[in-house]
């Protein structure tokens, strides 16, 4: 058997087997001896194919759409870092996009050399509608596949969109920017393939208007969807960036019971401070340096005594911070009575929030104690055995007594916080290393 044959015979076998393929050189002592053919090599080379659509001396490029493979739930990357709300894509407003598409439209000229007038103006009609339906799907369909997916996201990233947006909606904007792009994808073809269809250079004309006015139509009607991705693009990019790799200080209690003047005090975070409940609408980030090392400081919306399905949604990121965030936590108590909560209800919810982190290194702070009616350190042999009386007196057991505005205590707190957060570090270090090691293994 020749060569030609051979690689012939070859090409024509099924590709399921591996080959062997031995040649000798007629001169020399080099020779080819089992080469060994796989299966992965393959010797076609995919023709992509386009066909025109000749009407009246016109035509229109009518592309043939291989078969594709539908990738449907396609498996999303695994995101372990935060930070994916700061890469989101610059959204257009609806109006914005929608006049911008149809002035780069205009300007579309019909394809050169057709001397016809009837036929120069069913071209330039279907190339306007054409271009059209492009500038509005293209940027449409990059919008929607630049939002991550939301099971991508790292878990507190995930609760900030539900807790932000309202369970779904996130899901559901998106959603229905895709349908506005079909839509559009759809008309413009249609319209296109019609305006081409034209008999006379009257009916292209009313052709390209119908179908301008057609799609205008859908944007107008249904473009809302692009100005609440807008919205939601605007709430998501301005959420604090929070490193789950870096040790993190939650300031956690009820409302109002000084947590963002302390946040002023320990950290570069600057949030509002007013005399009324839930001051903190969102979560709000500072940050500390201690020995070349930062550390992150969160304030969060204060919790109520109420139940968990009561809990509105500024509660409830409080507390996807403390679940799904490696953190150490400050809770802070106030025994002034000028927060609104009683002692007795900041009690019931320290307890319950205690029991439900039992794993969080903890430290507790007693605030505005220059606003308490007795002083604490006289009166702590008098205190009674029962456990709420002696939290209403002095706090919990070790918690440190502060106040911003006098100063008292500050410079223990400091010193109390840094050694949490050093102790924090070397558990992230150390569950990272065991990590490191788990994935050799």
Wanted: aromatic share 6%.
């Amino acid at each position: 058997m020749n060569g030609a044959s051979s690689l012939a015979h070859l090409c024509n076998t099924p590709s399921s087997k591996p080959y062997f393929w031995t040649s000798m050189l007629s001169k020399g002592s080099f020779s080819f001896l089992e080469t060994q053919i796989w299966s992965r090599l393959s010797f076609r080379r995919e023709v992509q194919i386009a066909t025109c659509m000749v009407v009246g001396g016109s035509y229109i490029s009518t592309p043939v759409q291989q078969p594709k493979i539908a990738f449907k739930d396609k498996p999303p990357q695994k995101l372990e870092k935060t930070g994916a709300f700061q890469k989101l894509p610059m959204v257009l407003p609806s109006n914005d996009l929608l006049l911008s598409a149809l002035k780069k439209a205009k300007r579309v000229s019909p394809t050169k050399g057709i001397a016809n007038i009837a036929k120069r103006e069913r071209n330039r009609g279907a190339r306007q509608l054409d271009q059209l339906m492009k500038e509005l799907a293209v940027p449409l369909r990059g919008y929607v596949k630049m939002f991550p997916y939301k099971r991508s996201l790292h878990p507190y990233e995930q609760s900030l969109i539900e807790l932000t947006l309202g369970e779904g909606t996130y899901e559901e904007v998106l959603g229905r920017v895709d349908t506005i792009r079909k839509k559009v994808v759809s008309v413009g073809k249609e319209q296109a393939s019609l305006c081409a269809k034209s008999s006379s250079k009257r009916e292209a004309e009313d052709r390209l208007g119908e179908g301008l006015r057609r799609i205008e139509e859908i944007f107008q009607r249904e473009g809302n969807a692009v100005d609440d991705l807008v919205n939601v693009a605007k709430a998501l990019r301005v959420m604090p960036v929070v490193n789950p790799e870096i040790p993190t200080l939650c300031l956690v209690g009820s409302p109002n019971v000084g947590k963002s003047s302390l946040v002023r005090v320990l950290s570069t975070g600057r949030p509002e401070v007013c005399n009324y409940p839930f001051t903190t609408r969102g979560i709000l980030m500072g940050h500390i340096v201690l020995n070349y090392e930062q550390f992150q400081v969160t304030d969060t919306p204060g919790l109520l005594k109420r139940p968990e399905d009561e809990r509105n949604n500024l509660e409830k990121l409080t507390l996807a911070v403390l679940m799904h965030l490696p953190t150490a936590v400050l809770f802070v108590h106030d025994l002034s009575g000028e927060c609104g909560s009683s002692p007795s209800d900041q009690f019931e919810t320290y307890k319950e929030i205690r029991e439900r982190f039992p794993d969080q290194l903890w430290l507790d702070v007693v605030s505005k104690c220059d606003l308490l009616p007795y002083d604490i350190t006289s009166e702590k042999g008098n205190i009674e055995d029962d456990e709420l009386e002696r939290y209403k007196r002095a706090g919990p057991e070790g918690a440190i007594h502060v106040s911003v505005m006098s100063g008292i205590g500050i410079d223990k707190l400091k010193s109390k916080v840094h050694d949490l957060l050093l102790c924090q570090l070397a558990r992230i270090t150390t569950q990272r290393n065991q990590e490191g090691s788990n994935s050799l293994q």
